[in-house]
């Protein structure tokens, strides 16, 4: 069995390479002026697991979301309301809620909490005008075939019950935002994992815009866990 590899895919985005050979995607949003061409025709996709459907997570109008959905055999898993909304588009997909988990290829998704909003901005079939239909937005504590449990975090401020995902899963690896402004910065993420327990973190979510300028330096500055960072397209290998 392989070990866990991590692609970043640039701002929010990342691909999990699962030791079991399993390809998820997460948060992929191909728009990103950060995203790396190698990744813009995925090769392989098994899981689905958007966190939200901002378009930064899943491109206008879900494209992003949509084209790897429909690949044949993948596995779509989201909140309850992404489920009903893909099943208009004719995808099936797995719906569930905060407290939940799921198994897809292999891998345990359990849905947890994050502090954010979760609107998806979608284009009006007649005029051009533009909605907003609320969606959901929560974290992911993926475990998967070895073992290996990473806490994905999604966008999210820091909040206290950070401390139940330790309690409950004492995850290896934490995937968490730093640009601020529309998530936490830097020094909440280290709160964050003081809270959490891992003993690596992994930063998104920021240099995308000037306005996310949070830096994985000044993650490292105000935490013990060891903080992997990565360039768009770079792909870190977990050694269990």
């Known amino acids: 069995m392989a070990n866990l590899r991590i692609t970043w895919l640039g701002h929010g985005g990342i691909l999990y390479r699962s ?18 061409d190698a990744y813009r025709s995925p090769e392989q996709v098994h899981v689905v697991a958007p966190t939200h459907c901002h378009f930064d997570h899943v491109g206008d109008d879900l494209a992003d979301l949509l084209e790897l ?5 993948a596995a779509v898993v989201g909140s309850h309301e992404l489920s009903v909304f893909l099943a208009g588009k004719g995808i099936e997909a797995t719906g569930m809620n905060k407290g939940g988990t799921f198994e897809a290829a292999g891998i345990g998704f359990t849905m ?4 954010h909003t979760g609107g998806a901005t979608l284009t009006e079939p007649q005029g051009g005008g533009q909605v907003t239909r609320e969606l959901g937005c929560w974290g992911w504590v993926i475990e998967f075939e070895d073992g290996t449990t990473v806490y994905h975090s999604g966008d999210t401020d820091l909040f206290g019950d950070m401390r139940l995902v330790n309690e409950r899963f004492s995850p290896e690896i934490a995937v968490l935002p730093i640009g601020g402004h529309y998530t936490m910065g830097p020094e909440d993420a280290g709160r964050a994992l003081d809270m959490i327990g891992a003993p690596i973190a992994v930063p998104v979510h920021y240099g995308t815009f000037p306005i996310l ?17 990565l360039e768009p397209g770079e792909t870190w290998e977990h050694e269990s």
């Open 213 to 229: 300028a949070g830096t994985p330096e000044e993650l490292d500055d105000v935490t013990d866990a060891q903080v992997v960072t």
């Open 69 to 73: 959905a429909a690949v044949e055999g």
């Open 112 to 115: 947890v909490h994050a502090d």
């Open 19 to 36: 030791p079991g050979e399993q390809w998820v995607w997460v948060d992929r949003w191909t728009g990103a002026p950060t995203y790396p």
